[in-house]
């Protein structure tokens, strides 16, 4: 069995859709940090649960973090749905999500960057996957 690719595009029906770019927000963030107006104790704030899911479950990017510059980022996966059962607001691998995408119907996930050296944290994207859900018809009763 082949490996399964992180690229949701791929996946067919459970493949992302509604997808949120944050990069506008992200480039906002930066020059108010840049300028002054923000500490950088305000942007480096992730908290302990979120570096560790980035220690074990966060795929490693190539762009350096924007305020340390020490190290790659990594980027977690946070599913949320109400179909999910315990899986729904805990960070999921790559493998792990195309798994639910394949499974569920309509869930949502969160990309976060996280630097594991400065704490920076930003939401990334944002996007449904998994199986699309059928519409339901409704009868409607003569009078």
Request: aromatic share 6%.
């Amino acid at each position: 069995m082949a490996a399964p690719s992180p690229d949701p595009a791929t996946w067919g029906e459970a493949a992302a859709r509604q997808v949120v770019d944050y990069s506008l927000r992200r480039r906002a963030r930066l020059a108010e940090v840049n300028s002054g107006r923000i500490g950088i104790g305000e942007v480096c704030d992730a908290n302990p649960y979120l570096l560790t899911a980035a220690e074990f479950h966060g795929a490693p990017s190539d762009i350096s973090c924007p305020i340390c510059r020490k190290e790659n980022l990594t980027l977690v996966s946070w599913v949320f749905g109400d179909r999910l059962g315990q899986a729904s607001g805990s960070a999921r691998s790559a493998a792990e999500l195309e798994q639910l995408a394949r499974k569920h119907t309509d869930f949502s996930v969160h990309v976060v960057e996280v630097c594991r050296s400065c704490h920076w944290n930003h939401l990334v994207r944002s996007y449904v996957s998994g199986l699309k859900s059928q519409p339901t018809r409704t009868r409607k009763m003569a009078k």
